[in-house]
């Protein structure tokens, strides 16, 4: 494709000079509200599907033990994580060529027609067999979309944002994802605390799917609002007519070192997330017998928690650096986990509550920081494909499969202690990616010219003057 194709015009928002891109804050506030709305959707599915787990077992995977339902309902939530690569690889590299907003256009109407499949989806003792299997290929497809997702939404705040706040602003996606999962668990509590179980397995389980149709209609409206980035388009304009596409190859052996440091961030990140996020709900009412909706509702209140710090932390990774605040997440798994769970594991709702908390805010040292950090490092022509392969192969062997893979560690060796045991080894890979990371705070990204603010918009959230 040629740099003519490629080539996004000068944004009349920005000033772009051969020093230095100078941001329009109207302009960087709609980037990073359309890129967090994705976020926001995708897990809205993700705190949907966790604390329904139980339902949809019944409904898509009848069988006399309640154990092999979740495990069954577990298994078709990895299986949308094993496309991912495959999705980063087709949706990262079309980012680096035809640009990022269009790509991230696509995944937003991909993600949305997903998940409003599966509320459309007959039960099993309806088509039988075919239901899980319909199940299974809408996983399949939120999966693949997904794929293009996250790498494509963190760069294109990373790649707006003015360098000293790239951190603030990009902690902002991660915002959208609690938000999202709120949304979706918030739904699916409230539901269950109005209908009885016999309601919610017959018809209710489908509403909260079928809400991303509209969802997805908005964020659709709002990604096509959007200007290319000014990183890609420097980058296109400089290019000759003629410029071949980076090979996939070079994306992965010509980055290998940075992709090596991505997988081990996105590892402890990922293990983490889905630990509290995804597996805590089920550990609670399945492997605890704790009251169902009062656990749902404590882990909300931890999200809401982790909602209002989740930007102080963001800015402060601009003040002190995104190695240390990642470091510090990485050194409270590790000795924190166990004493955490071990909390949660005495039942009462104020040690339950306060075991939680305390993992939460640890998972804030990532979610406020990774947005910002692993964009930087790769360099533009490669940011979104390389970001793409790298993380998504990571949460694909390790992220995703954190419910499944603790479930049947429990069930083999009857340890209820193994999701801190999880955490740990994961801080231990993640602790040694921050050690061998170099840091991004302040600086401009690899590739790409510094980015700035002018005094006025960096004080009055002013459009900046040419």
Request: charged content about 10%; some cysteine; aromatic content about 10%.
């Given at each position: 494709m040629s740099a003519a194709t490629v080539a996004a015009p000068p944004s009349p928002s920005l000033t772009r000079t051969s020093d230095a891109t100078v941001t329009d804050p109207a302009l960087v506030k709609r980037a990073v509200q359309a890129a967090a709305l994705g976020n926001a959707m995708e897990w809205f599915d993700f705190g949907v599907y966790s604390y329904i787990a139980v339902t949809l077992g019944k409904v898509f995977f009848p069988s006399g033990n309640p154990t092999a339902q979740l495990l069954s309902t577990f298994g078709a939530f990895a299986a949308a994580f094993l496309v991912r690569p495959l999705g980063g690889m087709v949706f990262g590299p079309l980012g680096d060529r035809v640009g990022r907003q269009k790509i991230l256009a696509v995944t937003m109407i991909m993600m949305a027609a997903g998940t409003f499949a599966i509320g459309l989806i007959p039960s099993y003792a309806t088509i039988g067999v075919g239901a899980p299997l319909l199940l299974l290929a809408a996983r399949l497809v939120q999966g693949f979309s997904t794929g293009g997702e996250y790498a494509g939404a963190s760069t294109f705040i990373a790649e707006y944002a003015p360098d000293k706040r790239r951190g603030f602003l990009g902690s902002w996606l991660e915002f959208g994802t609690l938000a999202g999962y709120i949304g979706g668990a918030g739904l699916v509590t409230l539901m269950t605390a109005l209908l009885s179980s016999s309601e919610l397995t017959s018809w209710g389980w489908r509403i909260p799917f079928l809400i991303a149709g509209p969802m997805g209609v908005i964020g659709l409206y709002l990604r096509l609002r959007l200007e290319e980035t000014p990183a890609f388009a420097a980058e296109a304009e400089k290019a000759e007519s003629n410029r071949?596409?980076?090979?996939?190859?070079?994306m992965i052996t010509g980055q290998w070192k940075a992709l090596l440091l991505c997988m081990g961030l996105v590892l402890?990140?990922?293990?983490?997330?889905y630990m509290l996020l995804s597996y805590m709900p089920s550990y609670l009412t399945s492997e605890?017998?704790?009251?169902?909706?009062?656990?749902l509702l404590v882990v909300l209140a931890v999200m809401a928690l982790m909602m209002v710090v989740q930007p102080f932390a963001g800015a402060l990774t601009d003040r002190v650096g995104r190695r240390p605040v990642i470091a510090?997440?990485?050194?409270?798994?590790?000795?924190?986990?166990v004493p955490a769970l071990l909390l949660i594991r005495q039942g009462s709702l104020a040690a339950v509550g306060l075991g939680m908390a305390a993992l939460g805010l640890l998972l804030v040292c990532f979610t406020a920081a990774m947005p910002s950090a692993l964009p930087a490092l790769f360099p533009t022509r490669v940011r979104y494909g390389s970001l793409s392969i790298?993380?998504?192969?990571?949460?694909?062997?390790?992220?995703?499969?954190t419910p499944l893979v603790v479930t049947a560690l429990i069930g083999a060796t009857g340890n209820m202690m193994m999701p801190a045991y999880y955490m740990m080894t994961a801080s231990l890979v993640g602790g040694a990616a921050v050690w061998f990371m170099t840091e991004s705070a302040g600086r401009p990204l690899p590739g790409s010219a510094p980015a700035t603010e002018t005094a006025q918009t960096a004080k009055t959230g002013e459009t900046a003057e040419s």
């Amino acid at each position: 494709m040629s740099a003519a194709t490629v080539a996004a015009p000068p944004s009349p928002s920005l000033t772009r000079t051969s020093d230095a891109t100078v941001t329009d804050p109207a302009l960087v506030k709609r980037a990073v509200q359309a890129a967090a709305l994705g976020n926001a959707m995708e897990w809205f599915d993700f705190g949907v599907y966790s604390y329904i787990a139980v339902t949809l077992g019944k409904v898509f995977f009848p069988s006399g033990n309640p154990t092999a339902q979740l495990l069954s309902t577990f298994g078709a939530f990895a299986a949308a994580f094993l496309v991912r690569p495959l999705g980063g690889m087709v949706f990262g590299p079309l980012g680096d060529r035809v640009g990022r907003q269009k790509i991230l256009a696509v995944t937003m109407i991909m993600m949305a027609a997903g998940t409003f499949a599966i509320g459309l989806i007959p039960s099993y003792a309806t088509i039988g067999v075919g239901a899980p299997l319909l199940l299974l290929a809408a996983r399949l497809v939120q999966g693949f979309s997904t794929g293009g997702e996250y790498a494509g939404a963190s760069t294109f705040i990373a790649e707006y944002a003015p360098d000293k706040r790239r951190g603030f602003l990009g902690s902002w996606l991660e915002f959208g994802t609690l938000a999202g999962y709120i949304g979706g668990a918030g739904l699916v509590t409230l539901m269950t605390a109005l209908l009885s179980s016999s309601e919610l397995t017959s018809w209710g389980w489908r509403i909260p799917f079928l809400i991303a149709g509209p969802m997805g209609v908005i964020g659709l409206y709002l990604r096509l609002r959007l200007e290319e980035t000014p990183a890609f388009a420097a980058e296109a304009e400089k290019a000759e007519s003629n410029r071949p596409k980076v090979p996939l190859r070079e994306m992965i052996t010509g980055q290998w070192k940075a992709l090596l440091l991505c997988m081990g961030l996105v590892l402890v990140f990922n293990v983490t997330d889905y630990m509290l996020l995804s597996y805590m709900p089920s550990y609670l009412t399945s492997e605890l017998k704790y009251d169902e909706t009062h656990g749902l509702l404590v882990v909300l209140a931890v999200m809401a928690l982790m909602m209002v710090v989740q930007p102080f932390a963001g800015a402060l990774t601009d003040r002190v650096g995104r190695r240390p605040v990642i470091a510090a997440g990485c050194a409270g798994f590790l000795f924190l986990s166990v004493p955490a769970l071990l909390l949660i594991r005495q039942g009462s709702l104020a040690a339950v509550g306060l075991g939680m908390a305390a993992l939460g805010l640890l998972l804030v040292c990532f979610t406020a920081a990774m947005p910002s950090a692993l964009p930087a490092l790769f360099p533009t022509r490669v940011r979104y494909g390389s970001l793409s392969i790298g993380f998504n192969v990571s949460v694909s062997l390790f992220g995703g499969t954190t419910p499944l893979v603790v479930t049947a560690l429990i069930g083999a060796t009857g340890n209820m202690m193994m999701p801190a045991y999880y955490m740990m080894t994961a801080s231990l890979v993640g602790g040694a990616a921050v050690w061998f990371m170099t840091e991004s705070a302040g600086r401009p990204l690899p590739g790409s010219a510094p980015a700035t603010e002018t005094a006025q918009t960096a004080k009055t959230g002013e459009t900046a003057e040419s």
